[in-house]
């Protein structure tokens, strides 16, 4: 029986990258999403192109009552779960600190920590040996902006990068008997929609060559990481985050 991996934001950028890589792995995939239903259909059309079985579901993270839902539907769906990819992420336009609203603040914490705690309760409440489950592999998509921290505008969501660390580190000691790895990427600057929603014109342009390798990284690169980590090859890593950066 092939395995099948859930993935939180799976309709556009890295996370459609991780479901076409997956699919090209032998995963069976269940794409999550928001509200780009047709992106999703898209990725979902690839996939079974590719010989496996996609499903949609759309679900906001952000809604907390959402979360069980979704990892029912996917098991109803497959009949199990090998893995999962917490990766829907949203970020905060660039500004200072100190002329950010609370909403904005609490929007951006709500969905790239807290939902991805939720996130992360579920896939072990669903995977846990200790609970029933059959194990399974976690990761998280954490960013280069939570060691740089934010610098640059972005301090709320390099703050809930910075959690998302700290979950992994200390689900993966927590799980790392229950057949659980929990593993993170830190991308850098990839090319994404999500450069457009900083409000930064032509960011990639700009801060490409800013970058030691002198470019931007592309959501295949990051995800080439996420399938590796998925894998048998990585069986001895975990409660660890990896930097896929160019070295920034
Ligand atoms: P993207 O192209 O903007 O895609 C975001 C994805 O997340 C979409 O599939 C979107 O669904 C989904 N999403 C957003 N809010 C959601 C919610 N509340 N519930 C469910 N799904 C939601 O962004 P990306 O660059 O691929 O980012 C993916 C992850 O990588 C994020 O966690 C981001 O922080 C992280 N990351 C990105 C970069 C970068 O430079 N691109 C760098 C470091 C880290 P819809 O299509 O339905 O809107």
């Given at each position: ?192 929609d999500i450069q457009n929603d900083t409000g930064v014109e032509q960011r990639m342009e ?14 295949d690169e990051v995800a080439e990481t996420v399938l590796w980590l998925m894998s048998e ?16």
């Amino acid at each position: 029986m092939s395995k099948v991996v859930l993935v939180t934001g799976g309709s556009r950028g890295i996370g459609a990258a991780v479901c076409r890589l997956a699919a090209k792995a032998g995963y069976d995939v269940a794409v999550n999403y928001a509200g780009r239903e047709d992106a999703a259909r898209a990725v979902a059309a690839e996939v079974k192109a590719l010989g496996r079985r996609a499903v949609i579901l759309q679900a906001d993270v952000g809604n907390a009552d959402a979360i069980p839902d979704l990892f029912d539907r996917c098991i109803e769906e497959f009949g199990g779960l090998d893995a999962v990819v917490n990766n829907a992420g949203v970020i905060n336009k660039t500004a200072p600190l100190a002329d950010l609203s609370v909403e904005e603040i609490r929007r951006i914490v709500d969905i790239d920590l807290t939902s991805a705690m939720l996130v992360a309760r579920e896939a072990v409440r669903r995977m846990s040996t200790a609970r029933g489950g059959k194990g399974g592999v976690l990761v998280n998509m954490s960013s280069r902006a939570s060691e740089l921290a934010g610098v640059g505008g972005f301090i709320p969501y390099g703050a809930a990068k910075g959690g998302i660390d700290v979950l992994t580190i200390g689900l993966g000691r927590e799980v790392a008997g229950e057949g659980i790895r929990v593993c993170g990427i830190r991308p850098g600057l990839i090319d994404t929609d999500i450069q457009n929603d900083t409000g930064v014109e032509q960011r990639m342009e700009r801060f490409g060559p800013t970058v030691p390798m002198g470019r931007g990284g592309t959501a295949d690169e990051v995800a080439e990481t996420v399938l590796w980590l998925m894998s048998e090859k990585a069986s001895y890593v975990t409660a660890t985050t990896i930097d896929v950066s160019g070295g920034r």
